[in-house]
């Protein structure tokens, strides 16, 4: 079975600082992993994801993730926040079956 | 393409009374997702389609909850009788099928369910 735990429910950070939402997942089998972003009243939209390939990946808002295998984890980074990146985070995790197994979220909080 | 469409965005209901929720998901897409959303439990994932045809549905919390997709463009989730705690927002997901819905889920905006 798959499972995914976000280590942290609220994040505050004051704005043009940095950021890490923690991630981390167990599987048996080989893993896709993904981030997802909820602005309030919306549905959830795709961040990020790690199929194959480099570790690092990258979203066109500035946010990053790695991939690391040994520490089972896939952490979300920004260098700098916004007061517009407030909203609740999900990190997610699927295999061959394309099912996805959410974390409770992570609500980041940006703060002028 | 409009995106996955789900209504209605609100729905309050009497407890005891049945309740359907709708979902149009993308043309093209065949897999579909129902999930439910509470401040408790976070994301649960109720039951997924592929091809119109149930393939898990683990996650229905008990009878009292069906779903249905008679064909590739609509599904239902129905609730008889319903309950205070099943008032939470629930959401509809699209995809392409099986590995290929690893390129990611397109969500609708959700129907928000009071059940009073």
């Known amino acids: 079975a798959q499972s995914v735990t976000q280590l942290d429910s609220q994040v505050p950070v004051f704005e043009e600082a940095p950021v890490e939402l923690r991630c981390n997942y167990s599987?048996?089998?080989?893993?896709?992993l993904f981030w997802y972003v909820q602005y309030p009243n919306q549905g959830l939209q795709l961040l990020l994801k790690y199929l194959s390939g480099s570790t690092l990946v990258e979203s066109i808002n500035g946010f990053e993730a790695e991939f690391n295998k040994s520490q089972t984890s896939f952490h979300l980074r920004k260098p700098s926040v916004h007061i517009s990146d407030t909203a609740e985070y999900f990190c997610a995790v699927s295999s061959n079956t394309g099912k996805l197994i959410f974390g409770q979220g992570t609500t980041l909080q940006v703060k002028p | 393409d409009a995106g996955v469409i789900q209504s209605p965005r609100h729905e309050v209901t009497e407890m005891g009374q049945e309740v359907t929720l709708r979902c149009k998901p993308i043309s093209g897409h065949n897999s579909l997702f129902w999930y439910r959303q509470t401040m408790m439990r976070g994301l649960e994932l109720l039951i997924y389609?592929?091809?119109?045809?149930?393939?898990?549905d683990s996650g229905m919390p008990e009878d009292r909850f069906s779903a249905k997709m008679p064909n590739a463009s609509f599904s239902t989730l129905k609730i008889q009788p319903s309950e205070p705690r099943d008032s939470a927002v629930y959401f509809c997901?699209?995809?392409?099928?099986?590995?290929?819905?690893?390129?990611?889920?397109?969500f609708g905006s959700g129907t928000r369910l009071t059940v009073v």
């Open positions: 997901a699209s995809s392409l099928g099986g590995r290929r819905a690893n390129y990611g889920y397109t």
């Open positions: 389609f592929n091809n119109n045809v149930p393939i898990d």
């Open positions: 599987s048996s089998v080989s893993v896709y």
